[in-house]
């Protein structure tokens, strides 16, 4: 039998491995959603940008068609297949080397993009509403989708904690990844989250592309650059799940041997078509992101970790600090 406390261990251990690769399954999920929300936005722009990104995702396509003929469930299959292709052609996480740089880079176009022309649309706009809409339940309910979205939005370290991790001393340069991530990193939604709401108060969208004005062309580059940014970051989630099952199941060696670009294709491929099933299901990316932090981020970030303290730490706390 186990000892008390080496079970405890293991039911805890099992338990945050089921939470963390559920919150990735989740993120992944709400990706691909997102890419083909911007998908549906910019296909269609003319022939010239059809035959040059034939599959940038909903948010195109309605630019220029507004008569929704192509549903969003076909748009979150291209996404799906887009993804899953990079997820075959992509091994391990290592080796996505120069795609970080065009992700940095895809991430300030949108920034850039969506920025500017909230600016000019809150400038020329009358002052925008700031009320909140719901109404006794209504708003407790809101605030409680918000923090889950708050927490959703903010799974967005894991790239810096692992790169820091390669050397020593781990934690000091985990912390220190940390310290940047959540300082100078969050900048960046900081100043498109503040200069949306500003220019749209509470009409504001989940996808703040649906809201602006401007040129065309300008928005089908914007919905362009999430829908690429999307795939990359779903990878550089998925990957905790593709490195598992790689060691798992013995995969080493080159990646164009037969055996393991198959692996790569039934295994990659068939946990992407699931993802993108589930996202035809849940297809409503801010409810989606509400469902997200509630039954994954939350429980891992704050009760499972506060739960550990109080458990660690429960002889050496007075009743006032347990409370």
């Known amino acids: 039998m186990f000892h008390p406390f080496l079970t405890a261990g293991k039911k805890a251990y099992t338990l945050t491995w089921a939470l963390q690769y559920v919150n990735l399954f989740m993120i992944n999920t709400g990706y691909i959603i997102l890419a083909s929300s911007t998908l549906k936005r910019v296909l269609f722009v003319n022939f010239l940008f059809y035959f040059y990104m034939f599959n940038v995702v909903q948010a195109t396509y309605l630019l220029f068609w507004d008569d ?60 925008s509403d700031f009320s909140i809409l719901d109404d006794g339940a209504g708003k407790i309910f809101s605030i409680i989708g918000t923090s889950a979205n708050l927490v959703f939005a903010y799974n967005t370290d894991m790239l810096p904690k692992i790169q820091k991790t390669i050397k020593q001393p781990v934690v000091k340069n985990m912390m220190k990844a940390l310290y940047f991530q959540f300082t100078v990193g969050v900048l960046p939604l900081y100043l498109v989250t503040f200069i949306d709401y500003w220019a749209y108060g509470n009409s504001t969208s989940a996808y703040l592309l649906n809201n602006v004005n401007g040129p065309v062309w300008v928005k089908a580059v914007a919905n362009i650059t999430a829908f690429l940014q999307s795939v990359i970051a779903l ?84 009743s006032m600090q347990q409370l």
Not at 84 to 101: C, D, Q, R, Y
Not at 285 to 308: Q, R
């Open 235 to 318: 990878h550089i989630f998925a990957s905790p799940m593709y490195e598992y099952m790689d060691t798992k199941y013995g995969i080493t060696g080159s990646a164009l041997k037969i055996k393991n670009l198959s692996f790569r294709f039934l295994l990659r491929g068939g946990y992407l078509t699931f993802n993108t099933f589930v996202s035809a299901l849940l297809s409503f990316l801010g409810d989606f992101m509400s469902l997200t932090g509630a039954i994954s981020t939350f429980p891992l970030t704050f009760v499972l970790a506060n739960h550990m303290y109080l458990t660690a730490k429960k002889d050496k706390q007075s």
């Open 68 to 127: 929704h003929t192509m549903k969003l469930p076909y748009f979150i299959t291209i996404a799906g297949f887009v993804c899953a292709l990079f997820a075959i052609g992509i091994p391990t996480l290592s080796a996505l080397g120069v795609w970080l740089g065009f992700s940095t880079l895809l991430s300030l176009a949108y920034i850039v993009i969506a920025f500017v022309m909230s600016l000019k649309d809150g400038l020329n706009a009358p002052p």
